[in-house]
């Protein structure tokens, strides 16, 4: 179903104002972060002003509305992608943290000198980093899948990395750079037929498509709910409920134990482990009501809204003169392999000078390395490039003025005979 756009746009007040150049601003940064519909501000300022309380321990009427309602959140994610249970939804800061929470419980205890952690060279630095950091701690390695064309994943490359037995497989479901989708259920069927356990980085996913956690098979998801109309300062680690019950808690205190006596202590269930302190309560409610907003209208459509968006996009870029797009071509798109994310350059231009003059025409683009340098510097080539990125709020007329200010950049640079 085509996505009405014009009525979905009047629950983001803010993409009605005006930049302070008097434009209206075209919001196309929305892999950094997304826009927040009016009825997560509500849920979230709704919780302030009439049943702000904590959680858990309150015999009173709002601690327990409050509760309920975190619980519920959880719930809804779970449903989202399709987890059994919401024991198996830990929240977390973000999908950062979600990573580094793995790295630092699971693989801490299972990875050892010697061993591999298997990635891909398309990962965002919350991907590499924490890993990198166990392989220091650990004496073990980080081994990276090439990409084929700068733009998917080489599976051969895979298949005979997977032969030296890796301990972890960690790759993201769709790329911030590239906008290629990955076969998450083909890779992580391949990396368990091996032994491995699989982290998939869905920052980029959960919030544009549907992801099925069990018809992927993965053991741990990571993602945000900044990027899917929530609050920042949330985040989700999905976990099978066999692995988090094996595993250690990162951080102590408040609301994660059982039991403490000054001789020891015993952990909370599930998902309460690894959820020390006083929680996001806030964030976790807001989270809840973006995803009755994603579920409202419908992940399937956002998603084929936004393939259309990506088409339209590319064709009018190829007809730009020196404008290189990265990522799969636009001949070969299908339904399944790319997103709505397009990174590109002007030949002669910096990125830097290219996101300024966007602004200036009211245009909201990134540029720079978007937290994956050896993607950008080493496998694309390049010292930075620009990036649109689209949601269900995204018109055509946004990428239209986005054009006008291509055209812009190569006359203020004075790039028309180049
Ligand atoms: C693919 C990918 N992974 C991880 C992250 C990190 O997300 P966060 O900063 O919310 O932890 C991002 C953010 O841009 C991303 O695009």
């Given at each position: 179903?085509?996505?009405?756009?014009?009525?979905?746009?009047?629950?983001?007040?803010?993409?009605?104002?005006?930049t302070r150049g008097g434009k209206r601003?075209?919001?196309?940064?929305?892999?950094?972060?997304?826009?927040?519909?009016?009825?997560?501000?509500?849920?979230?300022?709704?919780?302030?002003r009439t049943y702000n309380a904590n959680i858990h321990r309150g015999l009173y009427d709002i601690s327990a509305k409050a509760t309920d309602a975190y619980i519920r959140s959880k719930e809804l994610?779970?449903?989202?992608?399709?987890?059994?249970?919401?024991?198996?939804?830990?929240?977390?800061?973000?999908?950062t943290e979600s990573i580094n929470l793995v790295g630092l419980s699971w693989a801490e205890?299972?990875?050892?000198?010697?061993?591999?952690?298997?990635?891909t060279q398309m990962e965002h630095h919350s991907n590499i980093v924490p890993w990198q950091m166990l392989a220091k701690r650990k004496g073990a390695k980080v081994e990276y899948i090439k990409l084929a064309d700068q733009a998917t994943l080489n599976l051969e490359d895979?298949?005979?990395?997977?032969?030296?037995?890796?301990?972890?497989?960690?790759?993201?479901?769709?790329?911030?750079?590239?906008?290629?989708?990955n076969d998450v259920r083909k890779l992580t069927k391949m990396a368990h037929d091996t032994g491995a356990v699989v982290v998939v980085d869905a920052?980029?996913?959960?919030?544009?498509?549907?992801?099925?956690?069990?018809?992927i098979g993965c053991d741990f998801m990571a993602f945000s709910s900044h990027k899917m109309l929530g609050p920042a300062g949330i985040g989700v680690l999905y976990g099978k409920e066999e692995l988090l019950e094996q595993m250690e808690p990162i951080y102590g205190g408040?609301?994660?134990?059982?039991?403490?006596?000054?001789?020891?202590?015993?952990?909370?269930?599930?998902?309460?482990?690894?959820?020390?302190?006083?929680?996001?309560?806030?964030?976790?409610?807001?989270?809840?009501?973006?995803?009755?907003?994603?579920?409202?209208?419908?992940?399937?459509?956002?998603?084929?809204?936004?393939?259309?968006?990506?088409?339209?996009?590319?064709?009018?870029?190829?007809?730009?003169?020196?404008?290189i797009t990265y990522g799969i071509r636009r001949k070969d798109i299908d339904e399944n392999n790319r997103a709505g994310v397009i990174s590109f350059n002007i030949k002669g231009a910096h990125s830097h000078d290219v996101a300024e003059i966007f602004n200036s025409e009211g245009v909201a683009i990134r540029a720079g390395h978007h937290c994956a340098m050896p993607l950008v510097n080493e496998i694309i080539g390049e010292p930075s490039v620009a990036r649109m990125s689209f949601y269900l709020y995204t018109r055509k007329e946004d990428i239209d003025t986005a054009i006008v200010a291509i055209q812009k950049v190569r006359k203020v640079l004075r790039l028309e005979n180049k």
């Open positions: 179903m085509a996505l009405d756009v014009e009525s979905i746009i009047k629950d983001f007040l803010i993409l009605s104002t005006t601003l075209v919001y196309l940064d929305s892999a950094a972060t997304s826009q927040k519909p009016e009825s997560v501000i509500n849920a979230v300022s709704d919780y302030y994610v779970a449903k989202l992608i399709n987890a059994p249970s919401y024991n198996e939804v830990i929240y977390t800061r973000n999908t205890r299972n990875i050892s000198k010697g061993d591999t952690v298997l990635i895979y298949k005979k990395r997977l032969e030296k037995h890796p301990k972890l497989v960690a790759f993201t479901h769709v790329s911030n750079v590239l906008g290629t989708i920052a980029q996913s959960v919030p544009h498509m549907q992801v099925d956690v069990k018809s408040g609301d994660m134990i059982r039991s403490v006596k000054f001789d020891g202590c015993t952990w909370n269930e599930l998902p309460w482990k690894f959820e020390a302190g006083t929680s996001n309560v806030e964030g976790g409610i807001g989270l809840g009501t973006a995803v009755e907003y994603i579920n409202r209208i419908g992940v399937k459509n956002i998603r084929k809204h936004e393939i259309d968006m990506t088409r339209y996009a590319l064709k009018l870029l190829e007809e730009e003169q020196g404008v």
